[in-house]
């Protein structure tokens, strides 16, 4: 079967498996899904036609930013906000907008929530409290706790800020892929890192969370990563034998980036 479109992130659900679709667009149009964990165990083929088609306009590209604008896009878009990456620099609880006020009215000035994650090592992260749990799924993670819930975004990279001289803010990408997970309890760090929150913060911490456990579909975890980029092997022909973050996991080692690759126009055969 022979699908085409512009790649997006996978969408997720959490079941007792993640289970993974793969949106697929006619330049910014949604045009179908792919359902890809009926795919595991099969030869898959991705062929990249060369054109790349920015997500915000849909006008081709040589070369994407963030994840498959242009370059204009990319430094006007409130999809590349500052405040994304750095959650602790919106304004926008003062009335006050990086880019675009309606945009961050509507995304920042929701509830959100600080979380602990385990992808190999453990993490503190912030999200909206409506991108649970898609947020630790995206990233890899096996393990999630939420231990903040706050009005809007700007405060809980305050708190995470706090936070991250103790415990990372980063995902190791490779050994997140490897499966290499260490045995630390999330509950015994949550409440550990309480003691560093700054006063006027503690009000929004939380100790009455469930611990989110997070299974992947997967036959063979890669043992050295080999990543796999159209841009250098515009043909990928490869036996898929698992899904993890934003990943799809071959044979041999190799692993293939989906979201990297957002906007790049493809032929999914299998």
């Known amino acids: ?3 085409y479109g512009n790649i997006r992130k996978m ?17 910014t ?24 088609n920015c997500v915000v306009t849909g006008k081709k590209i040589r070369k994407a930013y963030g994840e498959g604008m242009s370059y204009d896009a990319f430094k006007s878009s409130p999809l590349a906000v500052e405040s994304i990456i750095r959650p602790e620099l919106s304004k926008i609880h003062l ?6 006020y309606e945009w961050e009215m509507e995304h920042h000035m929701k509830p959100h929530i600080v979380y602990l994650s385990k992808t190999a090592g453990n993490k ?13 799924i995206d990233q890899g993670a096996i393990q999630a706790l939420i231990i903040a819930r706050v009005p809007y975004r700007q ?25 290499e997970i260490n045995e630390d309890s999330l509950i ?37 990563v080999k990543s796999l980029t159209l841009d250098k092997v ?29 906007g790049y126009l493809i032929e999914l055969s299998y």
């Open 188 to 224: 015994s760090l949550r409440d550990e890192l309480f003691t560093y929150v700054d006063e006027e913060f503690k009000e929004y911490l939380v100790i009455d969370e469930s611990l989110y456990k997070i299974n992947f579909p997967v036959i063979k975890y890669p043992e050295k």
């Open 155 to 179: 405060v809980a990279g305050a708190i995470e800020i706090s936070l991250k001289k103790h415990v990372s803010d980063k995902t190791n990408w490779r050994k997140m892929l490897q499966n």
């Open 11 to 27: 969408l997720s659900e959490l079941k007792d498996e993640v289970e993974y679709t793969l949106p697929l667009y006619d330049s």
């Open 29 to 52: 149009v949604p045009s179908l899904k792919v359902n890809l964990n009926d795919l595991i165990g099969r030869t898959i083929k991705i062929s990249f036609s060369g054109i790349i």
């Open 124 to 136: 503190v992260g912030v999200t909206k409290e409506s991108q649970i749990p898609t947020r630790w």
């Open 95 to 100: 009335g006050v907008a990086l880019r675009d």
């Open 234 to 262: 515009p043909e990928i022909e490869e036996k898929l034998v698992g899904i993890k973050g934003q990943y799809l996991l071959f044979e041999n080692d190799l692993v293939f980036n989906v979201r990297r690759h957002s």
């Open 1 to 3: 079967m022979n699908h």
